[in-house]
């Protein structure tokens, strides 16, 4: 079946532009994941959602990062008035289960590659 | 949150085995070691995961040590389609939302 599939693949904005970046989850996973992926790091966990309900956004940088996803399936990332250390690739994860079961796997997408000049 | 320690990189031959380490001396009774790699230009990807016991699926076998502080990926015959960064992550059951929290890696080269 379709796995996690991410909008758009490549991004470039100029600083100060806002973007909107958008994960399309596996069809009936409950949980969804943003991380974010600096070059040559590992990916840092910036938001989650338990369908609808965003139950962490401990990670997100700054007031600047905004994520919805509200019935609970497609989910936005928005960055307003994005800065350079902003570069970054953006990934998508979901899961069928909700949080409390913690053996469940993460399902990822190819991510958007976001480069702000 | 328990950290894990990887080596940096490894190199492999390949139709050969390969053995990951992956230590976490400060691991608690309820974390999971789940296994996860990034092949070039894509998401992660789910390799495996276990608690206590040893497992085996399609991809690989995952050794844990009977204290749990240290664990082993083995990929039993390496191709060129496992050259990858390998995270071991540890997922704690309370406390949190279920996030991995990535470290560096290890960075596998397979040679042909």
């Known amino acids: 079946g379709a796995g996690v599939s991410q909008s758009p693949r490549y991004k470039v904005a100029k600083r100060g532009q806002d973007v909107a970046l958008r994960c399309d989850p596996i069809?009936?996973?409950?949980?969804l994941f943003w991380y974010q992926q600096a070059l040559g790091q590992g990916p840092e966990f910036l938001t989650y959602f338990q369908n609808e309900a965003q139950l962490d956004k401990s990670g997100l940088p700054s007031d600047r990062f905004f994520a919805e996803r509200p019935e609970g399936s497609v989910s936005t990332l928005k960055i307003q008035r994005t800065q350079q250390e902003d570069s970054a690739v953006y990934l998508c994860?979901?899961?069928?289960?909700?949080?409390?079961?913690?053996?469940?796997?993460?399902?990822f997408g190819p991510g958007t590659r976001l480069t702000v000049t | 949150d328990a950290k894990t320690t990887q080596p940096n990189s490894m190199e492999s031959n390949e139709e050969e085995p390969v053995h990951l380490p992956c230590n976490h001396s400060t691991i608690s009774g309820t974390d999971y070691i789940h296994w996860y790699r990034q092949l070039p230009s894509q998401g992660p990807e789910y390799v495996i995961h276990?608690?206590?016991s040893n497992v085996n699926n399609r991809m690989a076998s995952l050794a844990i040590a009977e204290d749990r502080k240290s664990s082993t990926l083995i990929l039993h015959r390496a191709t060129l389609r496992d050259a990858a960064v390998y995270y071991c992550i540890l997922r704690a059951l309370s406390g949190n939302t279920g996030k991995l929290i990535f470290g560096q890696g290890t960075t596998l080269q397979v040679k042909p």
């Open positions: 994860a979901s899961s069928f289960w909700g949080f409390r079961d913690k053996s469940y796997e993460q399902y």
């Open positions: 276990g608690l206590t």
């Open positions: 069809s009936g996973h409950v949980s």
